[in-house]
């Protein structure tokens, strides 16, 4: 069984970075710790993709314990023909590595111009470390500016090579090709994956950056845009206009007013989404223009330079992005450029990495978006033109977590998506006011509302609410699920699912958990959102429906019913009501673990349960903690996630025949996206899923 997958180029580039990412996020759903190591650096810079994943991966260790040389280093030791030396120090530094953490993303030296005499850059040095490893290999082809026969001739050339060589392959992959290809059969899978712009552009703010320029409007998200070409302005307005592409950086004179403002009002119109405009020689625009551009929100920055328009097109199209911690949006647009053209489901068994018992947090995170991709669900979020839903949705869409439909009007919609430089290609927008679904929605919440005075009427004007009329896309199967609240109150969210949706059968109450995701574990918190004050029998469908949620996401439940005191050790109203309800859970579930009344400390501390409660299964091994009412439990998970540094996910709503789920309006678009798989996950497994 091999503990590390080693990534080499076949040639230069490859943009190993995307291929890197992938096979990182297939081991972290798998163990609770990766590790990733170079065998040469850089001396002199820190290297971009051990950056990259470090941060991504949340691996706590410095470069220099990730890294087996550096490339002067390991030239003086070729040059004096001590290369068996140059492996020992390299293989050395990767079992260090490798004692520490259950898996390994190696990747390999970089090829460099010059050959042997550059260093020892060649496909035999790295398929001896491999080898030395006991790595499978995965080859990258680098398919940029190839044609479909080169790139296959270069990969079935590659697959033999290594063989040859003694390396054992997992997989040919070739990055960058010039569209839709298949790769010719090889003994092991071979993936081609398409360019994606998104993911080698630079954006505004490398280009800033490589150019020195000087920002005169624009913030940060403007300086986040693509950039996916450049277009000289030279010309009058109209030609201008018949050249402007989506995504174009338009590069201008300074004193050229007129292109300036003609650029920005065709990006506000509509006609075209451009990345941003530089001014060349140095010439400011007048300050009016400027005031003018300024106020036409167009949300595209606008630089300038002091080189002339040749030099800075020369110098701009020599500048290539690449996935960095500072743009998650390139990260995540590889990441899904990797999981739409790869069996991720095949290699994964293929690497056959032991899987870790215990759900760390980051297994847990990553898990979701893998398990939301293979349901299919659509979701429907009804802030369609808030800003964080927007970049959310960019990010699903790109890794195919859910199809989603965009409540709000097609035109406004529009434009903020221009204004946010962000691509949601893919999603249905849908205007609950002029929808065709309108009078249909209307009638059926009428019916359902009737014993309420609720007339046709009455509810054509309801239904016209996005948070109403998307949760009648839920209940009429328009939609599988609904996530909200990034800008309406929690009771506005989740009002129309009480009313409309309702509970599952024999659950008395709808409730919500928390997943803490804590340094070490993953704990599920409820109820800490909806229920003030439950009975005792509220309390049991609270903690089996915690319970049941746990399990579906993969935490083993063992459940602590939380009180003041622990076991028969203490007594009053509050103790027997938890008493009552730990009866009624072993009486209604007897296959589920459960204690109580117990001590939160008795629950979580196995020292402390050794005291308090001997015996138990439960106690300090409990994984699904059931509060006694929601004053204890908002203050305890908002206290935990503060005092501890755990992220709460959540709240996740359960006990409603369709899952709708309420975001926080400080929710951050990570926070957006957790939330959108979890319901997912939850639309695929709930009692009225397609799949039921």
Known sequence: MARSVYLTSVGSGGGKSTIALGLAELL?????????????????????????????????????????????EAAALAADGRREELISRIVERYRELERRCPAVVVVGSDFTAGGDGAGPGELAFNARLATEFGSVVVPVVDGHGQSAETVAATARGAYHDLVDLGATVLAVIANRVPGPMTLPELPVPAYAIPEVPTVSAP?????????????????????????????????HVPILLDHLTEGALVITPG?????????SAAHVAGQVSLAGVVLTLGEPP???????????????????????????????????????????????AALGAFEQNVDTVDLAR????????????????????????????????????????????????????????????????????????????????????????????????????????????LAHDIVAQPNYFGTMMVATGHADGMVSGATHTTAATIRPAFEIIRTVPGVSVASSVFFMLLADRVLVYGDCAVNPDPDAAQLADIAISSADTAARFGIEPRVAMLSYSTGDSGFGADVEKVAAATKLVRERRPDLLVEGPIQYDAAIDPQVAATKLPDSPVA??????????LNTGNNTYKAVQRSAGAVAVGPV????????????????????????????????????????
Do not use: C
Not at 294 to 306: D, K, R
């Open 28 to 72: 972290s759903r798998q163990v609770e710790r990766i590790g990733v190591f170079r065998p040469l650096v850089d001396d002199a810079a820190p290297d971009p993709i051990l950056a990259l994943l470090t941060d991504r991966y949340r691996i706590d260790l410095p470069q220099p314990a990730l890294a087996g040389v550096g490339y002067a």
């Open 203 to 235: 954006t505004v703010a490398e280009v800033a950056a490589a150019l020195g320029a000087t920002l005169l409007a624009g913030d940060d998200a403007a300086l986040d845009r693509d950039v996916l070409d450049y277009v000289v302005g030279a010309a």
């Open 255 to 263: 004193d050229r007013a007129d292109l300036l403002v003609a650029a």
């Open 286 to 332: 007048d300050p009016r223009v400027m005031r003018l551009v300024e106020g036409l929100n167009t949300g595209f920055a606008v630089l300038s330079v002091a080189s002339d328009s040749y030099h800075t097109v020369e110098a701009s199209s020599r500048i290539e992005g690449r996935p960095s911690p500072a743009n998650p949006r390139k990260v995540e």
């Open 350 to 457: 293929r690497l056959r990495v032991s899987r870790s018992e215990r759900v760390t947090p980051l297994m847990f995170e990553y898990d979701l978006i893998d398990r939301a991709r293979a349901t299919g669900r659509r979701l429907v979020l009804p802030e369609g033109t808030e800003e964080r839903i927007l970049r959310a949705a960019e990010i699903l869409l790109r890794r195919g977590v859910a199809d989603l439909t965009l409540l709000g009007r097609p035109d406004d919609v529009a434009r903020r998506v221009r204004e946010l430089g962000v691509d949601v290609t893919g999603a249905e927008v849908v205007d609950p006011v002029t929808s065709g679904w309108r009078d249909a929605f209307a009638e059926e919440y009428a019916t359902l509302r009737a014993h309420r005075g609720v007339t046709v009427e």
């Open 620 to 629: 300090g091994r409990a994984t699904v903690f059931v509060f006694p009412d």
């Open 653 to 692: 709503m359960q006990g409603l025949r369709r899952p709708v789920n309420d975001l926080s309006r400080g929710a951050t678009v990570a926070d957006i996206v957790n939330t959108v798989a979890i319901t997912a996950i939850q639309a695929a497994g709930s009692p009225e899923g397609r799949d039921s």
